[in-house]
């Protein structure tokens, strides 16, 4: 006899086998649908979430009460709140995404061969995308946006504490689907159940997803790049480096260090770890530290540089790579630009790094031996955006160097086929 | 106390681990090789191939002597014979990748932003490959320098009948790589052991392969793509198509069906099934049927293609699913082209599909409605192929949709990264 845990993954299992078939089953029509029609549908979803913002509110009441009554954290809470101005702003963004170029059948690349084919790589779309988030309830709309102008369908797996905003906010995604005569399946709202229903995501639905995107804390992270076994665009921690040449202009380092780090700091882009060359120790390393203490920013630092500022605290070998995501900094000098790209190669997630320098020699270096996602030149890590790109919104910064790399946006979420046009060529 | 077995598989991951970490450690400087020393290395990997050809014919005796005993297959032993005149091939083929232009270090996009950013994205390497294949030994070569023109590290692992015949191979290109001063860890052939060792390279050897290429018959890739935790670039089978149309020229049909089944029968890009429009089969369904069975085809067909030509076989369900890498062919009457597009998303492996019509309508429709890598308009399938589009030597024809798809070549092999280049910018 099966026990009531057994009988409830049954359940979830062929739950989500269901929903991968559905998926799959939408793809087709999706992949299919003009541009004009995607256009129709995302327009149709912004103007039904404005229409429907009170019951989003409401839904949204439902999970804040829940989350407080669950002792959730303040961070988590204000990540979980909708406002009007929150609802408006996630209607602005699918319209934004209805506004981009439509990527499928974009002609990518095109030539002719020597014996007359004229052969051309056109955009398609990648299939069906499994996308798994935390708190933040607006992701629901953000993927399935992006997704449908990409021409994919996409299971939407968010957290269960957002399980009412969410659904909400699936309500109006679904409406302007069949507003546009697309089918609602195309985007599909997982309903809340245990964890399962993620490992079964992660499993594939019997290949029904073609990739996972997996948008949250490390934990999520790392629990789907260790069990999924589809292909994933893995959004891991930005553990950004900025780092100050002895050639570095010192009015622009200070000004760019502190907004790397203080801009936001609950960031991926946000900088975490400050080098800075020994060389100009002497003069760049206090006023940038004295500035970002002024900002309200603790620093932790190595040895040589607590000579310099005895005010920071001293750094252990676990600042060096970790991810503060709040207002501290970790800080080392370093011989040179070389030194720094050591650093930054055996520290960083390869997501963003920055390079304050005048010396274009360094710069080159910088640019040429660091393997990160993003790498900058006299501007803040924090410009690490898909909207800061020109990209229009994003789905996340992908660190990995499959497929996606750096922002994904519509075009990240694309495939590609060869169409290969004769006059009755055989091969000799 | 540890049985033999497991002191064996112990000392296995041990070797596949260290074998990892060098291939990681010899990734870097070889992503940075200029074009000049790259190219450099592959020329004197060529020469030595030359240079040892008595050593090398001397191992693949060995192999093949012992591929007799085995009592392998003689399409195997085929397979695995070197020639003076394969290794002149795989020489010269060598010598073309080291001809071509080097990928790495290319803008390939640039665009500035309004607030003066000005962004690149950048070609650059993937990083450590594992190419897993099994009885042609010059694959030791092609994968090898496709994969240092790159600039990646890759590890090879040889089918165990070709070990002696791989290894000689390989002392060239080590050969040519420390003739130009580059890290000989840069490609690494796996010493011949059990299967344990493909294991660990599907499990990543702890984070030091970035993807995994297989490059063999249905049961390898079936295995690589249930175990690998790793991405891979699956190769799977060709089950192409090749459907005439109403409105094809039949002379034309007739000479693309029976190159695109039987120029060679063994690869990948040739013509499993035809699709013949039932609207012309009172006129082209004999003729090219007949042309077939005249060049030696064996015909398995539906019932009604049978009531025209009862010579034919009767396909069963199998047929329409089966890779026949032989001289046979599957074939079906459908109602147009619609109705071809359903017959192929059904079966096809997502590979190759060619049409042959003058209907410009029924071309595009083909051409929009099929998810496959290529497709292809009154030219043969057979035409599949990295050199046949221009992009000179491919390490296979990928069937999935990431990364990379259709030929796999120099391109496909490398990831991008971006170079954002200011002037002092804050993000506001």
Redesign the interface.
């Known amino acids: 006899m099966l026990t009531r845990n057994e009988r409830s993954s049954e359940d979830v299992t062929a739950m989500m086998a269901e929903i991968g078939r559905k998926a799959r089953a939408a793809a ?1 029509p999706l ?2 649908a003009s541009a004009e029609r995607k256009h129709t549908a995302l327009l149709a979803m912004a103007d039904a979430l404005l229409r429907n913002k009170a019951a989003i509110m409401e839904a949204n009441g439902l999970d804040m009460a829940q989350g407080e009554e669950n002792g959730l954290a303040a961070s988590f809470l204000d990540r979980l709140k909708l406002t009007p101005e929150r609802i408006r702003a996630m209607a602005d963004g699918v319209r934004a995404i209805a506004e981009l170029k439509d990527p499928i ?1 974009e002609v990518i690349a095109a ?1 002719d ?1 020597p014996n007359g ?1 004229h ?1 051309e790589r056109v955009r ?1 779309p ?2 069906v995308i499994g996308v798994i988030f935390e708190s933040r309830p607006n992701v629901t709309a953000d993927a399935g946006a992006l997704c449908v102008k990409a021409g994919n369908a996409v299971i939407l797996r968010a957290g269960s504490d957002s399980s009412n905003s969410s659904a909400a906010i699936h309500a109006c995604l679904a409406e302007g689907l069949r507003a546009a005569g697309l089918p609602e399946d195309a985007i599909q709202l997982v309903p809340v159940t245990d964890r399962a229903a993620v490992g079964e995501m992660l499993k594939g639905l019997g290949g029904n997803i ?2 996972i995107i997996p948008r949250g804390g490390r934990g999520l992270v790392e629990r789907v790049q260790t069990e999924a076994r589809v ?1 994933v665009f893995a959004h891991l921690e930005g553990i950004c480096h900025l780092y100050v040449d002895k050639s570095a ?1 010192l009015d ?1 380092a200070v ?2 260090a ?3 780090k203080m ?1 936001r700091t609950g960031i991926c882009g946000a900088a975490e770890t400050l080098l800075v060359d020994r060389a100009c120790a002497d003069t760049h390393l206090l006023p940038i530290l004295k500035a970002l203490a002024a900002a309200g920013c603790e620093i932790r630092a190595d040895e040589e540089t607590r000579e310099f500022y005895p005010e920071a605290k001293a750094a252990t070998d676990a600042d060096w790579t970790t991810e503060y995501l709040d207002a501290i900094i970790s800080v080392k000098l370093v011989d040179g630009v070389a030194d720094a790209i050591e650093h930054i ?1 055996a520290h960083s997630s390869h997501h963003t790094e920055a390079i304050v320098a005048e010396d274009a020699a360094a710069v080159e270096r910088f ?3 660091i ?10 890590t ?2 690490a ?1 898909g909207g ?3 990209m229009g919104a994003e789905i996340g910064i992908a660190t990995g ?3 996606a ?2 922002p994904v946006g519509v075009e990240q979420l694309t ?13 000799p």
Chains 1, 2 share one sequence.
Not at 373 to 379: E, G, K, R, S, V
Not at 415 to 427: A, D, L, N
């Open positions: 087709r992949a299919m059948g030539w061969r084919l052969i398609t990648l299939g073609d990739v292909p202009d622009m000004k760019i502190v907004n790397a801009r190669e640019f040429n031996e393997d990160s996602a993003i790498l900058l030149h006299n501007a803040s924090q410009f955006d800061e790109f020109g160097r499959m497929h790399r750096g495939s590609f086929k060869y169409r290969v046009r004769g006059t009755g060529q055989v091969r």
